[in-house]
């Protein structure tokens, strides 16, 4: 699929409006704001300290959690955000602290590190297998965080061996795993815990276009509550 406007001479169905590129649906913009919602009420009511977002299908919901933060009449305290790329993680023998992943974590998030007797969301949008946040979680209990969270927008599909502690839909997501679209800002395919940024401009350009439409959507949402 290439990265023009998605809407260039579509014929919009009802309820569609020309004014969003991304989310032209009124009811994919509620969603969006829904698990946004919700997502900031569990981070502020459990003391979340720092949120973990996956690369990339996450990564957008930092611009919809950072619109939201921004937009509340009290300023909320808002969680450290990291994002991890899966591909830099697995089985890499018990010393995880000076494992591959161990140093690079070290070396990338010492915040994050500091953080490890704190409450630490990892997030990502669909949990299927576990094959993505079972290893991530392993290497980071390995590192003793001592209060670990797993969350999706879903609940973990039936049989999957991978429990998270907060889900937002009870159902399977009812807008798939990418309701906050796919940013491509960043490429996924280096071998690192942390995604390598994008060259390809075009890409760069599209996924600013969608932060910013999220960002918008959750603004105008927040003030419609008010």
Not at 60 to 79: D, G, V
Not at 98 to 115: F, Q, T, V
Not at 118 to 142: E, N, Y
Not at 174 to 181: E, I
Request: glycine share 6%.
């Amino acid at each position: 699929m290439g990265f023009e406007n998605k809407l260039e001479g579509l014929n919009l169905a009802e309820g569609e409006s020309k004014q969003y590129e991304f989310f032209p649906r009124a009811e994919n913009r509620e969603k969006l704001f829904e698990y946004t919602q919700k997502l900031a009420e569990y981070l502020k009511s459990q003391q979340i300290a720092d949120i973990i977002l996956m690369d990339r299908a996450a990564r957008p919901i930092a611009n919809a959690l950072k619109a939201y933060w921004q937009n509340q009449a009290e300023k909320p305290t808002e969680a450290n955000i990291y994002f991890f790329n899966k591909n830099g993680f697995g089985d890499y023998g018990s010393d995880y602290e000076h494992s591959i992943p161990g140093r690079e974590l070290k070396a990338a998030y010492p915040k994050l590190i500091a953080d490890k007797d704190q409450p630490v969301l990892l997030f990502d949008t669909c949990v299927h297998s576990g094959d993505t946040l079972a290893p991530i979680a392993k290497q980071l209990r390995g590192m003793n965080f001592s209060d670990l969270r797993l969350g999706s927008i879903s609940k973990p599909q039936k049989g999957s061996p991978l429990k998270t502690d907060f889900y937002i839909e009870e159902a399977e997501a009812s807008l798939g795993c990418h309701p906050f679209g796919w940013d491509s800002i960043v490429e996924r395919d280096s071998e690192h815990v942390f995604s390598k940024p994008n060259p390809d401009q075009a890409k760069r350009d599209y996924s600013i276009r969608l932060k910013r439409e999220i960002a918008e959507i959750i603004k105008e949402y927040t003030q419609k509550q008010k």
